[in-house]
């Protein structure tokens, strides 16, 4: 092979489906959401209402923004999740005295005690994806640092 050739070869091969880091993380992605549609439905909840959820659990009465900013959604996406949720009884959502034009989002009783039934949700998850917390730890690690390299270009 001629050096043309093989830079040929190289460039062809760097379009192959299996070479992308975009579709290794995309139909990871998949089959981990398989995984959670499965544990979430007990939960009756969607991937994305659990993440709210989490945010939640962690800190009770968080502004819309915050809330966005922590998931990385923008408010359009997030509105419609937090009124499902809110129908679901989970959380209300109320203006902020300070600002009428921010909306607090609290966690109500039913919210709550919710998450008492999702603490066997990351466990499950880990041992679906069969690693130990040091692999899971290592993983998540390197997600983030991808993450903040790549909104660096946005």
Request: charged share 20%; proline share 2%.
């Amino acid at each position: 092979m001629n050096k043309k050739t093989d830079a040929v070869s190289q460039s062809t091969n760097a379009l192959h489906l299996d070479q992308q880091m975009c579709f290794a993380l995309y139909s990871a992605n998949l089959a981990l959401n398989k995984v959670y549609r499965k544990l979430l439905s007990q939960l009756d909840l969607t991937y994305p209402q659990y993440l709210v959820m989490l945010v939640l659990w962690q800190q009770d009465e968080l502004i819309v923004s915050d809330i966005g900013e922590k998931l990385f959604l923008d408010s359009a996406t997030l509105t419609p999740l937090l009124k499902r949720l809110e129908t679901a009884g989970l959380l209300v959502r109320r203006r902020a005295q300070s600002d009428e034009r921010q909306v607090v989002i609290s966690l109500t009783e039913q919210g709550r005690a919710l998450q008492e039934n999702a603490r066997s949700i990351p466990e499950a998850i880990a041992c679906a994806a069969e690693c130990s917390i040091e692999e899971v730890t290592a993983i998540k690690q390197q997600l983030q640092i991808l993450r903040g390299k790549l909104h660096q270009h946005i």
